[in-house]
């Protein structure tokens, strides 16, 4: 009967030892896990004050003024606009590409 008893006994022990490791494993796997989320809440947070910062500089009237000038092209009531058309824009650079690099070097020596 007593030996029967210690085989029993040390059959719980074993029984609770396992539950033991797993759960203690269990929980470390959890804890990378928790770590994780803190690293990733810690970059959202940053991200969420840099929008903020973003929006609030979007509402801004004089934000919203320089976007309507240079997206939608409008203008104050008594301001006149200007368009540079995009050929003219082209031409002017295709002029400053021609000169030959000798050229610059005459021009930088010798002033003309």
Do not use: H
Not at 22 to 42: C, H, M, P
């Amino acid at each position: 009967m007593k030996k029967v008893l210690s085989i029993l006994t040390l059959i719980l022990c074993v029984i609770i030892i396992n539950n033991l490791v797993t759960s203690i494993y269990s929980l470390w796997k959890k804890q990378d896990l928790f770590v994780q989320a803190r690293i990733t809440l810690g970059k959202e947070k940053k991200e969420n004050e840099i929008l903020k910062k973003q929006l609030s500089e979007v509402k801004k009237t004089e934000y919203i003024e320089t976007q309507a000038r240079n997206k939608l092209f409008m203008a104050k009531p008594n301001e006149s606009e200007i368009l540079i058309p995009q050929e003219q824009k082209a031409a002017n650079a295709k002029k400053r590409i021609k000169i030959q690099t000798w050229q610059k070097w005459v021009t930088l020596f010798f002033g003309g």
